[in-house]
């Protein structure tokens, strides 16, 4: 019966393939049969001994324009969100509507979102993504 195989060398996974286990096809490496629940694949460091290896994932670098790109996008569902929220919050306030909650808290939670969307506003406006973003209110 076929099934996915890791192949280890240098305490590295250095490949996936799908074999039957029989024979010596991968001559240097170690094999190690991929159980279900496994969270194995390319590039994964590889510590243990053979079946009871212990799998870790890669580390993945992200370079400062990427981290930079992706900030910036970031803002900009975090300006979206926190329009939503405004919005649910001038409504709540319009129609009276404080079950389970009082006209004070609304109030205080719609200045703190606008406040946190004027935040992302100037953020976006700068354009300069390599800084942090400001902290959302629900944190």
């Not at 996974?13 to 049969?33: A, H, S």
């Not at 930079?68 to 970031?74: D, E, P, R, V």
């Not at 939503?84 to 389970?100: F, P, R, T």
């Not at 939670?109 to 606008?114: F, G, N, S």
């Amino acid at each position: 019966m076929m099934a996915d195989y890791a192949l280890i060398k240098d305490g590295m996974v250095q490949n996936v393939v799908v074999w039957d286990g029989e024979g010596n096809l991968f001559e240097g490496f170690d094999t190690y049969e991929i159980q279900d629940g496994d969270i194995v694949g390319l590039g994964y460091s590889v510590t243990g001994s053979a079946g009871k290896y212990k799998f870790k994932a890669p580390v993945v670098v992200v370079d400062p324009e990427e981290l930079a790109g992706q900030n910036l996008a970031t803002a900009q569902s975090e300006y979206d969100r926190a329009s939503k929220n405004i919005s649910d919050l001038n409504d709540q306030i319009a129609d009276e509507d404080y079950s389970g909650t009082t006209e004070e808290i609304v109030k205080k939670k719609q200045v703190t979102w606008t406040s946190y969307r004027k935040s992302l506003r100037a953020y976006i406006a700068n354009n300069d993504g390599s800084v942090s973003l400001p902290s959302s209110p629900e944190v």
